[in-house]
């Protein structure tokens, strides 16, 4: 479903968030208020507009209110964020997403309702750390502080080889809940019977202590 966004502040992950929306088919509103960040990302957004977000009525005459989710995206001005976060939620949109620079930070946008807090730098140091020590894993996404959900490249250990035949939840303590084959083809929760070839990607739910039990 067709969704609308408002993006606040341009830098590297405001702005990487606004084009990966935009080319996954939704609008979305771009707000900085600098010049060159709107100039640079106009062509690549629905709408890209230089503004100071922490004007309500500036926020109000945009019609951000009536869009779906806020991401804002500001990271080098705490008072910033937190103030345009707590107007958001005010103003009744459904869906308010704030960066945070720290847990403490982050507390604090929790505390004024913020709907999901993201911390890129934080998160690109798990990932570098994840991809320094197992250089089959490609990406992760955490979902509690015990499990996560990998993707690795299968192990030459189990090419060849029936996710039966590997019994992988008994012997690694892992679930395999899809295997993606070549670019356009994913087996979504494979059976017994499910072959792991080469150069498969499988998609596992574990905990980072199975997860080092692994082969390469």
């Known amino acids: 479903m067709r969704k609308q966004f408002v993006v606040i502040g341009l830098g590297r992950f405001g702005t990487s968030v606004a084009k990966t929306l935009t080319a996954l088919g939704h609008e979305v509103l771009a707000l900085d208020k600098n010049e060159h960040a709107v100039q640079v990302i106009m062509q690549d957004v629905t709408q890209a507009v230089q503004a100071d977000a922490r004007e309500e009525e500036t926020l109000r005459g945009l019609g951000v209110r009536n869009l779906d989710v806020a991401i804002v995206a500001i990271g080098d001005d705490l008072e910033a964020n937190i103030l345009i976060t ?3 939620k005010e103003m009744g949109i459904p869906y308010v997403v704030a960066k945070a620079q720290s847990i403490q930070h982050g507390k604090v946008l929790e505390r004024i309702g913020a709907d999901k807090i993201v911390y890129p730098e934080q998160d690109m140091g798990i990932r570098l750390a994840n991809n320094l020590i ?8 955490e979902l509690s502080l015990d499990y996560s959900i990998f993707e690795i490249i299968a192990p030459a250990k189990f090419v060849n080889k029936s996710l039966g035949k590997l019994n992988l939840r008994a012997v690694y303590n ?21 072959v792991v070839e080469e150069k498969d990607i499988l998609v596992i739910v574990c905990n980072k202590k199975a997860l080092a039990k692994l082969p390469e």
């Open 134 to 141: 197992r250089t089959n894993v490609m990406d992760f996404i």
């Open 86 to 88: 707590l107007m958001l």
């Open 174 to 194: 892992i679930n395999v809940v899809a295997i993606k084959k070549g670019i356009d083809q994913i087996v979504i929760a494979p059976g017994a019977n499910s």
